[in-house]
């Protein structure tokens, strides 16, 4: 484990807390900084709506973002059992259960993934959503890595309710629903320049992300000027 990048990721997450941040971005360093620091090869973050109902909100790679959705539209799978329990699910091999979530098996082994651990986003007794853990290869994770992982998902969830005033449930629901609204407009706008740039999702996702914070932008403004031709975005590109 890279300690320098461990000690770097919780000091970011910890300026997170005392700033007004971008939530769509944060989580996408959350997820970006599991992989780099834990044995994993993909991580994705849900978080329910205003309804309760579980939204793909940040993931590493595309094919874990298409892998999540997949089990939000088919409803099932190991990260939902998480959220719903509010405890950890650790699947060191997947193969083992394809009784239990045959389509969302199937689909795993699909897009490359062998192994899966989430973990709930909570506060005390309320479970917001699930941080989700992916590795290609078959095998038990590394004993180490699971607390460091729920110490993760912890201080994002605290990240989420850092400026509650009087009605904590309120204040996350107003953030929750801002946040997902802002994932539409960044999906939208990933759609339309990997069109114009004759490049993938993936890489749209990283030069709206790069021009943001080269010019201390939120991603969602930047998403949205895009979208609107509002700006010329001088130095948008790949």
Same mark, same amino acid.
């Given at each position: ?46 978080? &329910? +709506? ?9 993931? =590493?790679?595309?094919?874990?973002? %298409? !892998? ?34 045959p389509r969302f098996v199937a689909q795993a082994g699909e897009r490359g993934f062998a192994a899966v651990q989430a973990h709930p986003m909570r506060l005390r007794n309320e479970v917001v959503g699930a941080l989700n853990l992916f590795r290609s290869t078959p095998g038990p994770f590394d ?9 993760? &998902? +912890? ?9 509650? =005033?009087?009605?904590?449930?309120? %204040? !996350? ?66």
């Amino acid at each position: 484990m890279d300690q320098q990048l461990l000690s770097k990721t919780f000091v970011e997450l910890a300026d997170n807390l005392v700033a007004d941040f971008d939530l769509i971005d944060f989580l996408r360093l959350l997820t970006d900084r599991c992989v780099g620091i834990l044995d994993v090869s993909a991580a994705g973050v849900l978080l &329910a +709506d205003l309804d309760g109902k579980l939204r793909v909100m940040a993931a =590493s790679d595309e094919q874990v973002r %298409l !892998l999540e959705l997949f089990q939000l539209q088919n409803d099932e799978g190991p990260c939902l059992d998480c959220f719903r329990s509010g405890v950890p699910v650790t699947v060191p091999d997947l193969a083992t259960e394809a009784d239990r979530w045959p389509r969302f098996v199937a689909q795993a082994g699909e897009r490359g993934f062998a192994a899966v651990q989430a973990h709930p986003m909570r506060l005390r007794n309320e479970v917001v959503g699930a941080l989700n853990l992916f590795r290609s290869t078959p095998g038990p994770f590394d004993p180490v890595d699971a607390p460091i992982a729920q110490a993760m &998902a +912890d201080v994002a969830t605290i990240s989420l309710l850092q400026q509650r =005033s009087t009605d904590r449930s309120n %204040l !996350l629901n107003e953030q929750l629903q801002n946040a997902l609204n802002s994932r539409v407009l960044i999906e939208q706008a990933k759609g339309k320049l990997a069109e114009r740039l004759n490049t993938d999702m993936e890489t749209a996702f990283t030069a709206l992300r790069g021009y943001a914070r080269a010019h201390n932008r939120r991603l969602s403004d930047v998403a949205r000027a895009f979208i609107d031709g509002t700006e010329p975005l001088t130095g948008l590109v790949l």
